[in-house]
């Protein structure tokens, strides 16, 4: 009966969570001169129909494992924000690797490893030098980003100058729906989740690493290595964010690439850290938060052409309803904080 609580409580406070947003959203929109019920109707309606709910488990793809990253690291005791920087790298070397040897697999390892080798450098930054995680994950965030920006330019497609050149079609995800942006990548990120939550709650290595993010004195008292926890979780989280960006380029069409300014791939990891935070920074609740949130992306140009909601506007009530349904996730995050 406690279990069934303890489950319970956190789902409970996300749902009212969930509701508080959409009527402060309401408000917003009522004293703007706006239909809320319009409004909502488009932006949640277009996951009922088969293209935008596509379109929806499409978008939530990248930040199902982006959040991961975040999830793993606030289940060590770290802020790793890292997960941006992460993305662009597993994405290059995703489209790299794919145009060198031209199959999925080498694809998909590319980005796996790009993503580990990035988020090693804050890993050792922190338990060899002590340095905070948030400042290291920032600084490389900017660095990726230039060094990503410059990379592209190696890599731009002679044909098309807005884009690099694409991944080979020997090398690209098979869609689930024809004629859409869902491909097995969505399947591939369920699957990664469902393997974190397992790693964290049924291996030896997971229960490290929660031990290590309640109480890293009682963790070294009995027995286990918070530097190895510490280690484990930013390179577990890089493999997911690299991961991110491979298949995002992999099982993404029409172009299969990545856009000028690494348009196409940007934001998924700062996407991640409040689907994280809605998904109270379990594996599963990932999951459904970024199915959520794939439907609040989905939804916002339905919204903007069937309700008359200007794009600004849309913007607004979403930000308003994603930091509502946060709350609980951050106030989590703060007394976990306050106890160590």
Do not use: C
Not at 46 to 60: H, N, S, Y
């Amino acid at each position: 009966m406690k279990n069934t609580k303890s489950l319970m409580k956190p789902f409970v406070e996300s749902l009212a969570a969930i509701l508080i947003g959409l009527i402060v959203g309401a408000l917003i929109l009522i004293f703007s001169g706006y239909n809320p019920v319009e409004a909502y109707l488009a932006l949640f309606g277009e996951a009922f129909t088969v293209d935008g709910f596509a379109r929806a488990l499409a978008e939530a793809t990248p930040i199902i494992l982006t959040a991961l990253t975040f999830a793993l690291g606030a289940r060590t005791g770290l802020f790793n924000i890292g997960g941006e920087g992460t993305v662009y790298f597993g994405a290059i070397m995703a489209i790299v690797l794919t145009n060198v040897w031209g199959n999925v697999l080498m694809g998909i390892l590319g980005g796996i490893l790009a993503g580990a080798v990035w988020m090693a450098i804050p890993a050792v930054l922190k338990v060899v030098r002590g340095v905070n995680e948030v400042v290291s994950t920032i600084m490389l965030n900017w660095i990726a980003w230039n060094v990503g920006l410059y990379l592209l330019l190696r890599l731009q497609d002679p044909k098309s100058a807005y884009k690099t050149i694409s991944v080979p079609e020997g090398a690209r995800l098979p869609l689930l729906v024809s004629k859409s942006e869902l491909s097995i990548a969505f399947i591939l990120a369920v699957l990664v989740a469902v393997l974190a939550y397992y790693l964290l709650w049924h291996t030896t290595l997971g229960y490290e690493l929660r031990v290590s993010g309640l109480n890293e004195s009682a963790a070294r008292y009995g027995g286990i290595n918070p530097k190895k926890a510490v280690m484990w979780s930013f390179i577990i989280g890089g493999i997911t964010s690299g991961l991110a960006g491979a298949l995002e380029v992999m099982g993404k069409p029409p172009s299969y690439a990545i856009t000028q300014g690494l348009g196409n791939v940007y934001g998924y990891g700062f996407d991640g850290i409040g689907v994280a935070l809605v998904g109270r920074n379990h594996p599963l609740g990932v999951i459904l938060s970024g199915i959520f949130f794939g439907m609040l992306k989905a939804g916002a140009t339905a919204m903007q052409f069937e309700a008359d909601v200007p794009l600004e506007m849309v913007k607004v009530v979403q930000g308003v309803i994603i930091v509502a349904v946060a709350i609980p996730g951050i106030l989590d995050l703060l007394r976990k904080v306050v106890r160590k």
